[in-house]
Nanobody
Framework: QVQLVESGGGLVQAGDSLRLSCAAS??????MGWFRQAPGKEREFVAA????????LYAESVKGRFTIYRDNAKNTVDLQMNSLKPEDTAVYYC????????????????WGQGTRVTVSS
């Protein structure tokens, strides 16, 4: 049984940076992703990375601002978020799957509990 625990959320101002971290316990998952859900909206893809880092995906809305990192030795995946905007406000979830990285939430069977990010204008 794999468990994912996110950390690093908080309240920041527009233009600030924040780094989220996801720690996985149990077996290593092939691909890890970050998703987010804003109030009243559906969960949406943010970024994903496969085990070797050879396949990295980003949502268009975060390209150039967010970077996903993976440390297989520590079994962690981080999301560095720069130039944050109010529209980045959401609960951010870490997710994992035993196959290649994709952009679709339904492809990921394992989820963390989420960490809240609030960006004020």
């Amino acid at each position: 049984q794999v468990q994912l625990v996110e950390s690093g959320g908080g309240l920041v101002q527009a233009g600030d940076s924040l780094r989220l971290s996801c720690a996985a316990s149990g077996r290593t998952l092939t691909s890890m992703g970050w998703f987010r859900q804003a109030p009243g909206k559906e969960r949406e893809f943010v970024a994903a990375i496969d085990h070797g880092g050879g396949r990295i995906l980003y949502a268009e809305s975060v390209k150039g601002r967010f970077t996903i990192y993976r440390d297989n030795a520590k079994n962690t995946v981080d999301l560095q978020m720069n130039s944050l905007k109010p529209e980045d406000t959401a609960v951010y979830y870490c997710a994992g799957r035993s196959w290649g990285a994709t952009m679709y939430p339904n492809d990921y069977p394992t989820w963390g509990q989420g960490t809240r990010v609030t960006v004020s204008s």
